[in-house]
Antibody, heavy 122, light 108 residues
Framework: EVQLVQSGAEVKRPGESLRISCEGS????????IAWVRQMPGKGLEWMGI????????KYSPSFQGQVTISADKFISTAYLQWSSLKASDTAMYYC???????????????WGQGTMVTVSS | EIVLTQSPGTLSLSPGERATLSCRAS???????LAWYQQKPGQAPRLLIY???TRATGIPDRFSGSGSGTDFTLTISRLEPEDFAVYYC?????????FGQGTKLEIK
C-alpha cells in the first residue's frame, strides 16, 4: 500500500525549534515530489513548498520562503518540515502530499499524509 | 502568483441534486495543472480530478471536471450524502502551486 505517515502532534512554546516528518512507503520515494501544505484552524489549504527526494531540489512558496526549511533523507524515505523559531501564528495542521506522477512536478497530489497538528502557545 | 477564486463560498443542496462549483484563475492556467480536491472534517484532502477533467483512481463517475484557460468547473451530477464536504481547486504554474479558498457544499 502506498502511504505517507506523518509524525505525531506537537505542542511548543514560541521561539522553540521543531522538525516534523513524513515517511513514504509502498513506492519509490526517491522519484516522486513531496509537498507540504498548511491548514490553519478553520481555514483553507496553503502550499508551502515541495522537494524532490532524489536530488533534494526544493521550491518554496514566496509566502513561506525563509520561514521554514524543507528537506528529505532518501535513504530512509522521509521528508521533513522544520522551523528554527516558532510563532503562535504557526499553529496549524500540516500535511505532506505526494505528486501524482513520478519525476514530474505540477500534476496534483494523489497521496496525503494524515496530518501533523502543531500548536504553538506560551 | 496566480490567484484562484472559487464560487460560491457555500452551496446548499439536497441529495440527488446537481452541484456546479466554479474556480476562476487570475491568469491563464494550463489544463494539465488544474486539480480538484475534496476534504471532509478531520480528514486529509482527497484528489478527485487532475488535468482539469481526469478522475483520480477510485473516484465515482458522478464527479466530472471541465474548463480551460481561466474558468474551470467541478460538477457532481447527483449528490450522495457522502459528497457534502469542502472542495478546493488547485493550480501549478511558474514553479508555484496555489489553492482556491474552497467551496463548502452543505445539505439543504
Amino acid at each position: 500500500e502506498v502511504q505517507l505517515v506523518q509524525s505525531g502532534a506537537e505542542v511548543k512554546r514560541p521561539g522553540e525549534s521543531l522538525r516534523i516528518s513524513c515517511e513514504g512507503s509502498g513506492y519509490s520515494f526517491t522519484n516522486y515530489w513531496i509537498a507540504w501544505v498548511r491548514q490553519m484552524p478553520g481555514k483553507g489549504l496553503e502550499w508551502m513548498g515541495i522537494i524532490y527526494p532524489g536530488d533534494s531540489n526544493t521550491k518554496y512558496s514566496p509566502s513561506f520562503q525563509g520561514q521554514v526549511t524543507i528537506s528529505a533523507d532518501k535513504f530512509i524515505s522521509t521528508a521533513y518540515l522544520q522551523w528554527s523559531s516558532l510563532k503562535a501564528s504557526d499553529t496549524a495542521m500540516y500535511y505532506c502530499a505526494r505528486s501524482r506522477d513520478a519525476y514530474t512536478v505540477g500534476i496534483a497530489f494523489d497521496i496525503w499524509g494524515q496530518g501533523t497538528m502543531v500548536t504553538v502557545s506560551s | 502568483e496566480i490567484v484562484l477564486t472559487q464560487s460560491p463560498g457555500t452551496l446548499s443542496l439536497s441529495p440527488g441534486e446537481r452541484a456546479t462549483l466554479s474556480c476562476r484563475a487570475s491568469q491563464s492556467v494550463s489544463s494539465s495543472y488544474l486539480a480538484w480536491y475534496q476534504q471532509k472534517p478531520g480528514q486529509a484532502p482527497r484528489l478527485l480530478i487532475y488535468g482539469a477533467s481526469t478522475r483520480a483512481t477510485g473516484i465515482p463517475d458522478r464527479f466530472s471536471g471541465s474548463g480551460s484557460g481561466t474558468d474551470f468547473t467541478l460538477t457532481i451530477s447527483r449528490l450522495e450524502p457522502e459528497d457534502f464536504a469542502v472542495y478546493y481547486c488547485q493550480q501549478y504554474g511558474s514553479s508555484s502551486y496555489t489553492f482556491g479558498q474552497g467551496t463548502k457544499l452543505e445539505i439543504k
